[in-house]
């Protein structure tokens, strides 16, 4: 390990190597074919991709936390090194010896014995923070099951609007072209023929925007999913099969949302994680100030042996601090504060979890309430549809497009209502730190 962290020869070929790996990787997943047609079922299984930004932050946070930890263990391993020295002397002629070459080789090894719980705290601290990453796991993971669910769900979306503005824009067109017809007779004045006129440019606008609409939320889709382009079509879940992102769940209280996040939420069991790295750490500092006694062999060669030329050597070394500036006592005044820090973090954090857990509850409280309202229901408009096409065949009148226009603006409400409260649920997930398989 360090050798691949070190910029010495072997620190390039590292890097290329996984440079080169990460490449292929991603290149594959761009690559891998989307179903089609694409169902929310697939694009949630894709959240956990190792590729994706999220994931991949999270694997670098834990390599780091893994080199800590290493690096917290080599304390209380065996160091061995080799040291050699080449050097060429004119001896004394008071000395008996008269050989030139004073070059000589030496094997040490030397391990620590005791330090008081130094190393043992610098193990545990790198054994939490260790513990602090890996907690986020979950968080990362749920966020980008939302955020998938979210850009899904927003294409279907798109998609009702842009039919909406379409069948808006057609029966703004019909009423302009009956307009002119008559203007051309005489039969309305040229402001009359304007209003209309400016409604359908009104209308055409707003189609347009609906294009646009689709296209960007395409677009965010397919970045989620690492997809070079996303099939023509997309299927609408039907959430009542999905227990966990339908109506039929059932909304705890509010105190029991409050426990489950307190006790699973991944930023306070991260923090909480973190806060005794930081005591283990500040341990470790105060152990700086005791002795620290060392285990050490020697096994050396000599080009020309004199009195001191000892062979083999073995003894216990003790290195006892007297005095370091101050350093240990900055080193824990400033662990001191950084764990104050993380309680502030932590209760700030938990104040905002309980803020979020409100207003979700709030929503999906309102949410489900709109399915027992009867003006939810599209039924009746389904009729209104029915009567005006029996009513435009008897030409009697011709508000069948006004019809069409009302049926769809009840389908977006109906759909924006059900999509809304499927997010609300998987956020309310992402919140109490369950990682739930919505298709299990």
Known sequence: MNKSLSWGGYCFPFLIQNLLCFALLQNAFANEPIPEPLTLKYALSRADLNTSPEIMRYSAQQQLARAEQDMALSEL????????????????????ADRTNDSEITLDISKRLYDFGRS???????????????????????????????AYLNVLLADIVYEHANEAMSVDYVALDKMRSRFELKQISDIELLEVENKYRRSRREQIRAISDQRNTRHRLAQLLQANSLPN?????????????????????????YAIAYEHNPQLVSLAYKKNAMRFSRDAFQAEKYPVISAHLQAAEYGRELGGSDRY???????????????????IKQASAKLLQIEADALRMRQEIEQQILALWLRISELKQQFTDPDFSIDYRDLYLERSRALYELEVTSDLGDAMVELT????????????????????????????NYYE
């Not at 391993?77 to 008996?96: C, D, H, K, Q, T």
């Not at 079509?233 to 949302?257: N, W, Y």
């Not at 603006?409 to 369950?434: N, P």
């Open 77 to 96: 391993g065996v160091f061995v090194a080799i040291n050699g020295r080449l050097r060429y002397v004119e001896p004394s002629p008071l000395l008996p």
């Open 120 to 150: 043992h705290a610098n193990i545990e601290a790198s054994k939490q923070n260790l513990a602090s990453i890996n907690a986020l796991y979950t968080d990362y993971v749920s966020k980008r099951m939302v955020a998938i669910l979210q």
């Open 233 to 257: 079509t997309l299927e609408t879940p039907d959430f009542k099969q999905v227990h966990f992102l339908s109506i039929a769940r059932e909304l705890p209280e509010l105190e029991t949302l």
């Open 313 to 331: 050597q073995a003894g216990i070394e003790f290195k006892v601090p007297l005095y370091q500036a101050g350093q240990e006592n900055s080193k």
């Open 409 to 436: 603006q009840a389908q977006l409400f109906k759909a924006q209502t059900v999509f809304q409260l499927a997010i609300s649920w998987a956020k309310l997930d992402s919140l109490l730190g369950k990682l739930v």
